[in-house]
């Protein structure tokens, strides 16, 4: 006897209505919410007193936030749970709450407007192009990204072996705040970094090492990655979340600059979403597509076997794919 699932608009409404979830959220990071709780403020009186907000609206917002798992509930007290407790208390030093400055900026928001036509042309126009030369909203995303970087920095780090390597230079590429290059540079007291980004973009960067105190081996060169003179005799070359903004044929081109700025048996280490061959998996890397087709020309998510054909095209062998531990992205090292 076979069972069929009774067909439901369940999914249909929830994903029309998505967007109320993300302004929740929203709401919930600027009201400090997540924060006034953790400071012991659990019921409606006292998280709108600490929020600065009123109690009709903080009790809705809250029962609102609990529904769709970011607070729990007991009685008339209000708990975090355990992500929101980690990443969305201000006073956690894994607070994220910042980059909703960079991914629900309303020049990111607006290209998903348009998405009918982008889709009927295959790219967009240019007033969508997040890569257009110079675009402010990568400073939002240098200044807003880096505490979530930190673990995949550390895994790079790791990955490569930099703690043991001896006297290394790192070519950091399009390095927006940094933290690649400088938790290499913290690893390892002989490592000396260049970060390549705009001009602009690169001031969170430099203000990142010297907080970090690896700025006497941390230097920069502004201008765009495609046309700046990387210099060379690198021993390692960070290309970290800039290849899926570019066409493969471009990015070949490019992995050929990198390799010409590596030493022989130098490494070029590629930070991606890199879904499965099916295009549909895992979710979290192969949903990532959304974002190149709504803002660039002709990004992709890449499968490693895309990956795997510029690297090659571009003179490098000994291709090896690492999962970063606890996060959507692969790590892809080459060797030239």
Not at 255 to 263: D, E, N, T
Request: hydrophobic share 45%.
């Amino acid at each position: 006897m076979s069972s069929t699932v009774a067909p439901t608009p369940e999914l249909i409404f929830d994903t029309m209505q998505a967007y109320q979830r993300t302004a929740a959220l929203r709401a919930g990071i600027e009201l400090e919410i997540f924060t006034a709780i953790a400071e012991g403020a659990t019921s409606v009186d006292a998280i709108a007193g600490r929020s600065h907000a009123s109690t009709r609206g903080t009790r809705m917002l809250c029962d609102y936030l609990t529904i769709i798992g970011f607070l729990s509930k007991n009685g008339d007290a209000y708990q975090l749970t355990p992500d929101s407790a980690v990443f969305l208390n201000k006073r956690s030093p894994a607070y994220l709450g910042g980059m909703t400055e960079f991914l629900g900026a309303p020049d990111l928001v607006r290209n998903f407007d348009s998405l009918t036509e982008t889709v009927r042309r295959g790219t967009i126009t240019s007033r969508e192009d997040t890569v257009a030369t110079e675009n402010p909203i990568w400073e939002k995303f240098a200044r807003a990204m880096a505490p979530m970087m930190m673990p995949p920095a550390q895994a790079i780090a790791e990955i490569l072996g930099v703690a043991s390597a001896g006297p290394i230079s790192v070519l950091d590429i399009a390095a927006g705040h940094g933290i690649f290059g400088i938790v290499i540079a913290q690893r390892n007291a002989a490592a000396e970094i260049v970060a390549v980004d705009w001009k602009g973009v690169l001031k969170a960067a430099t203000e990142n090492a010297t907080k970090m105190g690896v700025s006497a081996r941390h230097r920069t060169i502004a201008g765009d990655a495609f046309t700046a003179d990387f210099g060379g005799g690198y021993d390692i070359a960070l290309v970290t979340n800039f290849l899926h903004h570019f066409d493969a044929p471009t990015c070949t081109n490019f992995l050929r600059k990198v390799a010409s700025a590596l030493k022989p048996g130098g490494r070029a280490a590629v930070l991606e979403f890199v879904p499965n061959d099916d295009r549909v998996s895992p979710p979290t890397p192969a949903s990532f597509v959304m974002n190149m087709l709504a803002g660039t020309p002709g990004g992709d998510a890449f499968t490693l076997r895309e990956l795997r054909g510029m690297l090659d095209g571009a003179g490098f062998h000994n291709v090896t794919g690492h999962p970063v531990p606890g996060g959507p992205e692969t790590l892809v090292v080459a060797t030239k």
